[in-house]
């Protein structure tokens, strides 16, 4: 009888500690690779295993919470993350807060005295070879991600996300938001142009923008709040080079009051159909999926704190009452264009038995980089048993992040966190909030727990 291979895992961050004792527990055995203790990076403090390098919650338990609906998820896949996180859990009304030394102890201890897992401390340079899973985080060091990036060419792998805020489709104003791409209007008869103003699904063939039209006095107060608005102090590393694409809406709007005017929010082949005329401004949403309920507020990458964004994007005319499924942010980040580079389960095209977890693929946070932990070594198992990876349903919040790392358009590719916007629509959706997340919890849990018991997962 021949000896299963050693697999790697490369990082021993929440994803590569998920995945590693995920596989171990599978019966494999695993040889962890981790560079702290060796190296250090510019974030992490210790050199234990699965640090929590900022905050210290998973955020909300609640189902009716897309985090909260994640978390339920990985509960019914047996996540050791979230069974660490339990035992360390502080009180924090429905957030699951951690004590973070006892959190990562918790984690460190399981992994490293695990008889079937071998951790070792040094910093690894290249694309390891199958089987494998490379989970290296936010903060991959130089050396590997020059060798991912020669791997799978320069433009699939970005050093910085510069994240505008996304609003979901129901919270849009869309009596004020008019659709049409710019210069549309000029050849849209006046049915058309009717017609642009209603009607969420059918944004392609009327233009893939809704346009927030702002006059004088709504374009001043924008810049004003802009101007005044608290912003995130960044640490030192963190600091992003302002490139182009990169820079902040607020930095844009400090250089020149007509910056914005000029730049993303140049009104220039749009007319607003209400007025018939050409706005002062115009703040362009992009859709960011194909059935259009998420909407990307182009140009406003920002790093403006989650607050303070919420009271100076609400003051664009459409978007008073925005629902944020994502927020803006601009930080120090190692991720892949997952669409443009990866297999539907998150692999090389060219090796399907080395995979990518955490926040490497394009996710966002610390739930939804551990899912995908769990997720790789559920998949790298089933590949070395010569069976096919399997992804959740895109009805569950696991299968909706993957299934936005499948479809997003990769050349507007950003980090993802879990939210329901995310998530296919119900067939006959609820006018009420609240409900409708009920509804969509049910449907995601029932089809968890299905897809778990067809694929014989745990
Ligand atoms: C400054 C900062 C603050 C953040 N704050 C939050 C927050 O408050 N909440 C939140 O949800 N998310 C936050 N994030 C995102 C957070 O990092 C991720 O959600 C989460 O840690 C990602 O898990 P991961 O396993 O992918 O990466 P990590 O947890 O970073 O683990 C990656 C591991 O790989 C190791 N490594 C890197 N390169 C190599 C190499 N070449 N060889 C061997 N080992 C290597 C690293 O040392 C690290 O231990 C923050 C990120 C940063 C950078």
């Known amino acids: 009888m021949t000896t299963p291979p050693d697999v790697h895992v490369v990082g021993g961050g929440l994803a590569g500690s998920e995945a590693a004792f995920q596989l171990a527990e599978r019966g494999h055995r695993v040889v962890l690779h981790e560079m702290r203790g060796v190296r250090g990076t510019p974030a992490h403090q210790t050199d234990r295993l ?18 909260g609906l994640l978390k339920a998820e990985m509960r019914l896949l047996g996540s050791l993350v979230l069974d660490a996180a339990d035992a360390a859990r502080v009180a924090a009304g429905s957030a699951l807060a951690v004590d973070r030394d006892v959190f990562s102890g918790h984690v460190h201890e ?26 290296t985080g936010p903060l991959t060091s130089d050396a590997l991600a020059e060798s991912v990036r020669a791997r799978l060419g320069v433009q699939s792998l970005s050093f ?23 210069w549309d209007k000029e050849t849209m008869t006046p049915e058309e142009q009717a017609q642009a103003q209603v009607g969420a699904g059918d944004g392609e063939a009327l233009g893939a923008y809704l346009n927030c039209p702002l006059d004088k006095a709504q374009y001043d107060a924008l810049m004003d709040a802009l101007a ?23 930095e844009m709007s400090r250089r020149g009051r007509e910056s914005l005017r000029f730049g993303p929010m140049k009104p220039i082949g749009l007319r607003d159909p209400r007025t018939g005329r050409r706005p002062w401004a115009v703040v362009q949403l992009r859709r960011e999926d194909r059935a259009g309920r998420m909407w990307n507020i182009v140009g406003c990458q920002t790093r403006l704190r989650i607050p303070e964004q919420q009271r100076v994007f609400r003051l664009i005319p459409g978007l008073e009452n925005a629902e944020f499924l ?15 580079a990866l297999t539907p389960h998150l692999s090389l095209r060219d090796d399907p038995q080395v995979l990518f977890a955490g926040q490497l693929t394009g996710v966002e946070g610390y739930t939804e980089s551990t899912a995908t932990g769990l997720l790789a070594a559920i998949n790298l198992s089933r590949l070395l048993a010569g069976k096919d990876p399997v992804v959740p349903p895109s009805v569950t919040m696991l299968g909706a992040l993957y299934r936005h790392l499948r479809e997003a358009d ?25 409900k409708k997340r009920s509804l969509y919890a049910e449907r995601s849990m029932a089809a968890m727990a299905a897809w778990i018991a067809e694929h014989g997962l745990v």
């Open 50 to 67: 699965a640090e929590l390098v900022c905050s210290n919650t998973f955020k909300s338990t609640e189902l009716t919470n897309a985090h």
């Open 110 to 135: 399981r992994v490293v005295n695990h008889s079937r897992i071998t951790v070792t401390r040094e910093e690894v340079c290249a694309v390891p070879a199958s089987p494998a899973i490379v989970a």
């Open 160 to 182: 910085y996300d510069a994240i505008a805020p996304i609003v979901s489709v129901e919270s849009i104003n869309q009596s004020v938001a008019f659709r049409a791409a710019r």
């Open 228 to 250: 005044e608005g608290d912003q995130f102090t960044a640490h030192e590393f963190d600091k992003a080079p302002y490139f182009e694409g990169c820079m902040p809406v607020e």
């Open 326 to 340: 994502r927020f803006g942010s601009i930080h120090r980040n190692t991720y892949l264009n997952a669409p443009a």
């Open 410 to 434: 990769p050349a507007h590719f950003q980090p993802m966190n879990a939210n329901f916007g995310l998530l296919e629509e119900l067939p006959e959706p609820p006018r009420d909030k609240q």
